[in-house]
């Protein structure tokens, strides 16, 4: 009678956490990518796309920047502003497409293709948007604070590097044990 007790508990604790694994992800897709109350934030940060450091991936904080540096890489960015707007359009069009395309009743490999290349072209137009607002602000720097962003940036890496492999690591050790 125990090993049927123990059955009939291990069937129960079964479905209730596939349930409860269904209802987190459903409850994960209601609220989008940014969590709840920030529909479409996805990987856009309190700077903007990118984060902290705008689009550009520069540690403007950490540098020092005079009034008018700063008021010259506000300009920078402002000018540029309605590009990243139409490029952000563009790419949520290009993933709604591909998403579409993914989840079609019927298979249809070129139609993936297809949104695929579509949203690798936004991308590389994104990349090169970027790019070229990093050239305009990069020139605004001073020789002294272009190479303390670039020990910064250092840095950034060596710790994103760093928690890499702590995850992997992470994820290692659960392999093992499970």
Do not use: N, Y
């Not at 409860?20 to 709840?36: K, M, Y």
């Not at 005079?66 to 890489?73: A, F, K, N, W, Y």
């Not at 910064?152 to 992470?170: D, W």
């Amino acid at each position: 009678m125990t090993r049927t007790w123990q059955r009939m508990a291990g069937v129960a604790l079964g479905v209730a956490l596939v349930a409860g694994a269904g209802l987190a992800t459903a409850a994960a897709r209601e609220q989008g990518p940014g969590g709840p109350g920030r529909p479409g934030m996805g990987r856009r940060g309190p700077g903007g796309p990118g984060g902290p450091g705008g689009p550009l991936s520069l540690p403007l904080g950490g540098l020092g920047l005079t009034d008018s540096q700063r008021e010259q890489v506000r300009a920078t960015l402002d000018g540029h502003k309605a590009e990243f707007e139409a490029i952000r359009t563009r790419m949520q069009t290009a993933r709604a497409a591909l998403q579409t395309a993914v989840t079609a009743a019927t298979f249809d490999e070129a139609a993936v293709r297809q949104a695929s290349v579509d949203v690798a072209a936004v991308e590389a137009d994104g990349a090169v948007l970027r790019a070229k607002v990093h050239s305009e602000v990069w020139a605004l720097l001073t020789a002294e604070q272009q190479q303390k962003a670039r020990a910064l940036q250092t840095e950034r890496a060596e710790r994103r590097s760093q928690m890499r492999e702590r995850l992997e690591q992470r994820r290692q050790g659960r392999q093992q044990r499970g």
